[in-house]
Nanobody, 125 residues
Framework: QVQLVESGGGLVQAGGSLRLSCAAS????????MGWFRQAPGKEREFVGV????????SYADSVRGRFTISRDNARNTVYLQMNSQKPEDTAVYYC??????????????????WGQGTQVTVSS
């Protein structure tokens, strides 16, 4: 099992930037990919993006492509979500997740085996 802890959330004005971190511990050698999701009040959990753990290949949701960037530091077992040009609609609790096996789709929450506790991001207009 992999344990995940997110950090870096907070309040930012529209157009601003935040960087979230997700520190992994435990059986990290078995991780195939790390994903980021978000959930706004009253809405379903939404895929933000994913990064392959070994090759670092990334994929993003249309709503954040070009504004958000996922990176990883394998030595630190940490994944980052850099969020630029933020919009009020980016307001949500952001979660990182770890998948133990390769999947045909990374956009579904069911593809992931471990989840962090989430960190709140609020973008004011």
């Amino acid at each position: 099992q992999v344990q995940l802890v997110e950090s870096g959330g907070g309040l930012v004005q529209a157009g601003g930037s935040l960087r979230l971190s997700c520190a992994a511990s435990g059986r990290t050698f078995s991780t195939a990919a790390m994903g980021w999701f978000r959930q706004a009040p009253g809405k379903e959990r939404e895929f933000v993006g994913v990064i392959g753990w070994s090759l670092g290949i990334t994929s993003y949701a249309d709503s954040v492509r070009g504004r958000f960037t996922i990176s990883r530091d394998n030595a630190r077992n940490t994944v980052y979500l850099q969020m630029n040009s933020q919009k009020p609609e980016d307001t949500a609790v952001y979660y990182c997740a770890a998948a133990n096996n390769y999947r045909t789709t990374w956009a579904a929450p069911g593809a992931y085996d471990s989840w962090g506790q989430g960190t709140q991001v609020t973008v004011s207009s």
